[in-house]
C-alpha cells in the first residue's frame, strides 16, 4: 500500500515541485468539521490493518490549524460532516465527482465556497478571526463574555455557558512551553488574572490575527506591583484592550477595589505586522 501510494505521489511532482504549488493546474480543498484528524494508521506484524491514532488540531475547522490548505485554489466547506468521515460522504463525493467533470452545480450539503489566502488560511471563516490573549502559565485567569456569560475550560477549548446551561464554544487554550494563550473567536471578553503565584512582573499581550496575519499588536508590564489585573479587550470593529491593576481596599466597608490603569509598553500596528507570520511575533 504505501509503495503503491508513494509511486502516485512521486508522479505529482513537476523537478522538485510539487502540482499543487506550481500554479500550473487548479487545486482543491474540501473540508469538513471535527476536533480530530488522522495522525498514523495502524497495523500487525502479519500486515492487517488494526486502526488510526487520531490528534486533536484544536479548533472544529481541521485544515485551518492542522494540515492546512496550502496553495489550493478553492476550499469547499461540507456542513456538518466530520472530517473523518469525508470519505464516505455522499455531498462530499459528489462534490469531487463535479470538479472532475469542470461542472459548477450545487451540492446540497456545500454550505459556501471559501478562498484560501497565499498563507494556507481559509478566509471567511469565524475561526480564521481570532483574538489572542498571553499570559504567564502560572496565571489562574477568569474569563466571561463581553456579555457576562461565564467561560469554562473543558479540555483546552473554552465555552461560553449560560444561565441555562446552553454551551457555546468560543475558543482554546494553548500551551506554548512560555505560558499560556487564549486564542477566542471574534467577540467582546473581559479576563481576571491572578499572577499571585509569580513572583516576579508578568507580561500580558493580545494580539489580533486574521486569516493568517496579525493585524494588531499589544503588550504589557505590570511590573510586579499587582497580584490581581483585570483585562477588558473588544471586538475586530475596535481591536482595543484596557488593562488594569487591582489593589485592595483595607476598609471592609468599600464597596469596590481600587483599578490603576497599565499603560502598555508595546503597541504594534497591521502596518508593522505584515511580514510575521503566526508564531514569529514573539
Known amino acids: 500500500m504505501f509503495t503503491t501510494a508513494n509511486g502516485f505521489n512521486n508522479t505529482l511532482y513537476t523537478g522538485s515541485t510539487h502540482i499543487a504549488n506550481s500554479g500550473e493546474v487548479p487545486t482543491y480543498k474540501i473540508y469538513g468539521t471535527g476536533l480530530e484528524t488522522i495522525k498514523t494508521v495502524c497495523y500487525d506484524a502479519n500486515g492487517n490493518y488494526t486502526g488510526t491514532v487520531t490528534t486533536n488540531v484544536g479548533d472544529e475547522t481541521v485544515l485551518t490549524t492542522s494540515a492546512r490548505c496550502g496553495s489550493s485554489s478553492k476550499a469547499y466547506a461540507i456542513s456538518n ?39 494556507g488560511w481559509i478566509e471567511g471563516l469565524d475561526s480564521s478571526k481570532l483574538i489572542k490573549v498571553s499570559v504567564a502559565e502560572e496565571a489562574v485567569v477568569t474569563l466571561y463574555t463581553g456579555n457576562g456569560v461565564l467561560v469554562e475550560e473543558s479540555n483546552d477549548r473554552l465555552y461560553a455557558v449560560d444561565e441555562n446551561g446552553k454551551t457555546k464554544r468560543i475558543g482554546s487554550v494553548w500551551h506554548n512551553g512560555t505560558g499560556k494563550e487564549y486564542s477566542l473567536y471574534d467577540g467582546d471578553y473581559e479576563l481576571t488574572i491572578d499572577v499571585s503565584s509569580i513572583p516576579k512582573q508578568s507580561e500580558v499581550s493580545v494580539d489580533y490575527f486574521d486569516s493568517g496575519y496579525y493585524k494588531r499588536a499589544i503588550e504589557y508590564v505590570d511590573d510586579g506591583l499587582y497580584e490581581v489585573t483585570k483585562l477588558s479587550v473588544s ?11 487591582i ?4 476598609d471592609v466597608n468599600a464597596i469596590e477595589n481600587m483599578e490603576q490603569m497599565i499603560q502598555p509598553i508595546r503597541v504594534l500596528e497591521e502596518k508593522d505586522l505584515t511580514d510575521i507570520e503566526q508564531g514569529e511575533l514573539r
Open 235 to 245: 471586538s475586530f470593529e475596535k481591536m482595543e484592550a484596557v488593562y488594569e491593576g
Open 247 to 250: 489593589t485592595p481596599v483595607a
Open 81 to 119: 460532516v466530520g472530517h473523518l468521515d469525508l470519505i464516505s460522504d455522499s455531498d462530499a463525493i459528489d462534490r469531487v465527482i463535479s470538479i472532475i467533470n469542470g461542472t459548477t452545480k450545487s451540492t446540497v450539503g456545500v454550505e459556501e465556497e471559501y478562498t484560501v489566502n497565499e498563507r
